[in-house]
């Protein structure tokens, strides 16, 4: 077995993440996440006939839908020709001709890429976050750091299986159509089927699994581990109300969510060798 060699990862991370700086990449997903975060944060209550910044709960519930939309949309674009790409430029094999592993390159694209993601995330919310604070309180602070941190997460989630798709793909068309069918599964058609389910198997049989369903859709465990711990607005998210309050560990959310980081890098290894 080779010894990975961290110099050739960092070299790769390190061209990735520049080369999203140089076409400013992440200052432009930046301002849409700053611009974004303040207008829902502002105008998320307009429907129960209020607007301005409020408690820190109706803010993050309000980012929480924004999040959920725009940040794996943006991690399947960043990652899908990741590897594809290189392949159909003809650079691959070059890349491949030096003294580097399959799993360093693919491992140091990931990392470039989630730098990348990752500063955009941070920069982005957080300034939001500064404006949003002054007017909340800083006693706030714990909890809108937390989501910044599951954001990320999100982000790295969907990112580990644009990598996937990078590597399956035979080519970029196919690689780009694959990740928007992803984007739409996950964040739109899963939690309508679950309710499908939900409501059709109503006391026909028992619904002890529906919790583990909710665990395999990284969206959904972003969406409770920033919503169940708030009272007041719990009720908005129907598929939240019946997860378990033993399950809602944050560690354990955490967990979870890190496997789905891990484990489609992990195919996506095993398929590129």
Same mark, same amino acid.
């Given at each position: 077995?080779?010894?990975? =060699? /961290?110099?050739?990862?960092g070299i790769?991370a390190? *061209?990735e993440?520049?080369?999203?700086?140089r076409n400013?990449?992440?200052?432009?997903?930046?301002c849409?996440f700053?611009?974004f975060a303040?207008?829902i944060?502002y105008f998320g209550s307009?429907?129960?006939g209020a607007?301005?910044?409020?408690? +820190?709960?109706?803010?993050?519930a309000?980012?929480?839908s924004?999040?959920?939309?725009?940040?794996?949309? +943006?991690?399947?674009?960043?990652?899908?020709?990741a590897?594809? @790409?290189e392949?159909?430029?003809?650079?691959?094999?070059?890349?491949?001709s030096?003294?580097?592993?399959r799993? =360093?390159?693919?491992l @140091? *694209?990931?990392l470039g890429?989630a730098?990348?993601?990752?500063?955009?995330?941070?920069a982005?919310?957080g300034?939001?976050g500064?404006l949003?604070l002054?007017?909340? @309180?800083s006693? #706030?602070?714990?909890h809108?750091?937390?989501f910044?941190?599951?954001?990320?997460?999100?982000?790295?989630a969907?990112?580990?299986?644009?990598?996937?798709?990078?590597?399956?793909?035979?080519?970029?068309?196919? #690689?780009?159509?694959?990740?928007i069918? /992803?984007w739409?599964?996950?964040?739109?058609?899963?939690d309508?089927l679950l309710l499908?389910?939900?409501?059709?198997?109503d006391?026909?049989f028992?619904?002890?699994?529906?919790?583990?369903l909710?665990?395999?859709n990284?969206?959904?465990?972003?969406?409770?581990l920033?919503?169940?711990?708030?009272?007041d607005?719990r009720?908005?998210y129907?598929?939240v109300?019946?997860?378990?309050?033993t399950? #809602?560990?944050?560690w354990?959310?955490? @967990?979870?969510?890190?496997f789905?980081i +891990?484990?489609?890098l992990?195919v996506?290894?095993?398929?590129?060798?």
């Amino acid at each position: 077995m080779s010894v990975i =060699e /961290l110099r050739p990862i960092g070299i790769i991370a390190g *061209k990735e993440f520049r080369d999203r700086l140089r076409n400013r990449w992440v200052l432009a997903v930046a301002c849409v996440f700053t611009a974004f975060a303040l207008a829902i944060a502002y105008f998320g209550s307009a429907q129960q006939g209020a607007v301005g910044f409020r408690s +820190i709960d109706v803010t993050i519930a309000s980012l929480v839908s924004l999040v959920i939309y725009l940040v794996p949309l +943006i991690a399947l674009i960043l990652g899908y020709d990741a590897i594809v @790409g290189e392949r159909e430029h003809g650079s691959l094999e070059l890349l491949l001709s030096m003294p580097i592993t399959r799993f =360093e390159l693919l491992l @140091g *694209k990931f990392l470039g890429l989630a730098g990348a993601l990752g500063v955009a995330t941070v920069a982005g919310f957080g300034l939001a976050g500064v404006l949003i604070l002054y007017q909340i @309180g800083s006693n #706030a602070l714990y909890h809108y750091g937390g989501f910044i941190v599951s954001a990320f997460l999100l982000g790295l989630a969907f990112l580990s299986m644009a990598m996937l798709v990078s590597v399956l793909a035979s080519d970029r068309m196919r #690689a780009s159509g694959i990740a928007i069918a /992803l984007w739409f599964f996950y964040v739109l058609i899963y939690d309508l089927l679950l309710l499908g389910l939900l409501v059709a198997g109503d006391g026909r049989f028992s619904m002890d699994f529906f919790p583990v369903l909710l665990l395999l859709n990284p969206a959904d465990i972003f969406r409770i581990l920033n919503i169940f711990g708030f009272d007041d607005v719990r009720q908005m998210y129907g598929l939240v109300t019946v997860f378990p309050e033993t399950l #809602a560990n944050p560690w354990l959310l955490g @967990g979870v969510m890190m496997f789905w980081i +891990i484990a489609p890098l992990g195919v996506a290894t095993w398929r590129f060798k």
